[in-house]
């Protein structure tokens, strides 16, 4: 059975799909015809339905094949595998008639039924260094979450520590790239790897209603709609923003709509440009860009100090406030290189200094749904922000190495704009969910 949360229990059970019954048991000879198979690929939307069934059949099968063994399971990170999987994973284990031991200090699980006891270590494939982590580490089977967003060098290390003969590999993501590497080398290459895919969209997934699925469509846009919603490893490229329209350039803020909410991004450079946006939160739950600093930079062109950068800021602040006093904002949101600048800010009396999240791509992907959800404005007079909203480009260069990132050129409003959307993200992925439920005011 599936597993969802309600008001009226802590979960409420319901069937599971074709395909969630097929993970369950393509590892059962007489049952499946891939139990001759090495390796089970999940891809496809967010919230379809993968990662429940694909953990515990990985639990299940282990304690099924093997007695005092050693498995690998790992995400991105320990700390979201803990969040993402091992929660609910545990929770449906001991509906199972399964006792679960959790060893935090040692990121380990054991895991026992009668006289069959298994261990599960936990891993971070977080970046390079990660393979370091599972070196002399022999496993009866490894289980990746988010396997799109680990290096290819850790993932290699893991599988070539499953050395026993009946190994099994269980490999689960959401799309990126279509030259990612885990695409070129895996998706790509089934027969190769003797592996075989299971492909999942929204509707795969019976524990969410249509009502949920149309928040979640409204969540994503662009290429991230095409990857998180219809499942395809697509290309992001052209103009980033390219659901930004001149109908979202305004002369002022209208009169009906009041400004219950500002915050400022900053990105810092010498000889890069320095950018900072005042950006507010409407009545109406739109997100107005309200005015821009911009100072070129460079040492050609009058490259400013620390100190100097910040008189400009107090200046600008208090340019955008009421009878000589300072605008005020929730929190400035700066640019986490810019420790330097951060520490002269602070020492010159701005109290509200927040260390800004740099996630590029989670930030893109916020950015375009508030544009694309209509839920975005920006004052005429804020030439640069304008310009870049227009011209702000996926590196083709990049893609081709199966990376997603901007151009880095004329992108320090973009950058500052992200700053703001990122710390404030709980806020905006509310109301976007919610979006039908509001009114609007303007």
């Known amino acids: ?31 499946s015809p891939y139990a001759d198979k090495d390796a089970i690929i999940c891809d496809g939307a967010v919230r379809s339905g993968k990662t429940l069934p694909m953990s515990l059949s990985y639990v299940i099968w282990a304690m099924e094949t093997t007695n005092y063994g050693k498995y690998g399971m790992a995400g991105k990170t320990i700390g979201s595998f803990r969040r993402n999987v091992l929660f609910l994973l545990k929770i449906v284990l001991r509906l199972r008639g399964y006792k679960v031991i959790d060893k935090r200090a040692d990121n380990m699980l054991i895991v026992r039924k009668g006289d069959i006891e298994n261990y599960f270590y936990i891993f971070g494939g977080r970046d390079e260094r ?18 799109a967003l680990m290096p290819e060098s850790f ?67 662009g290429v ?20 930004f329209t001149k109908d979202m350039v305004i002369k002022r803020v209208p009169r009906n709509v009041k400004i219950v909410e500002k915050w400022i991004g900053i990105d810092y450079g010498h000889t890069n440009a320095t950018a900072f946006l005042l950006c507010g939160r409407g009545s109406d739950n739109k997100l107005y860009i309200l005015d821009e ?45 810019a420790k330097g600048f951060m520490l002269q800010l602070h020492e010159d009396g701005e109290r509200q200094v927040r260390r800004a999240d740099n996630e590029v ?16 404005r920006v004052l005429a007079h804020c030439k640069n922000t304008i310009s870049e909203l227009g011209s702000y480009c996926w590196d083709e260069k990049a893609q081709e190495r199966g990376i997603d990132q901007p151009i880095p050129q004329n ?11 990122n710390g404030t993200r709980m806020t905006w992925q509310k109301l976007i969910a919610n979006k039908e439920r509001y009114k609007k005011v303007a």
């Open 224 to 243: 991230f709609y095409d990857r998180f919603i219809k499942g395809l490893w697509v290309l992001a490229e052209g103009v980033i923003y390219s659901m």
């Open 130 to 147: 990660s393979q370091d982590l599972v070196q002399g580490f022999t496993s009866c089977g490894f289980f990746f979450d988010e396997v």
């Open 293 to 337: 600093y911009y100072h070129q930079g460079g040492e050609g062109s009058g490259g400013k100090s620390p100190r100097r950068y910040s008189n400009e800021f107090f200046k600008w602040k208090i340019k955008n406030g009421i009878d000589g006093n300072p605008v005020r904002v929730k929190h400035t949101f700066i640019d986490p290189s």
């Open 155 to 221: 993932v290699n290390q893991a599988v070539a520590r499953c050395s026993e003969d009946e190994a099994k590999l269980w490999f689960n993501c959401n799309p990126e790239g279509p030259f990612h590497w885990f695409k070129l080398n895996w998706v790509d290459h089934l027969d190769d790897k003797n592996a075989f895919r299971i492909h999942f969209g929204l509707d795969d997934n019976p524990s969410l209603s249509e009502k949920v699925k149309a928040r979640y469509r409204r969540m994503f846009s």
């Open 1 to 31: 059975m599936a597993t969802a949360i309600s008001k009226s229990s802590k979960f409420k059970f319901v069937p599971f799909s074709k395909k969630q019954k097929q993970i369950l048991t393509w590892w059962i000879d007489d049952i």
């Open 411 to 421: 992108d320090h409003a973009m950058d500052a704009l992200r700053y703001v959307c």
């Open 361 to 376: 791509v989670r930030g893109i992907e916020l950015v375009s749904s508030i544009i694309d959800n209509d839920m975005f």
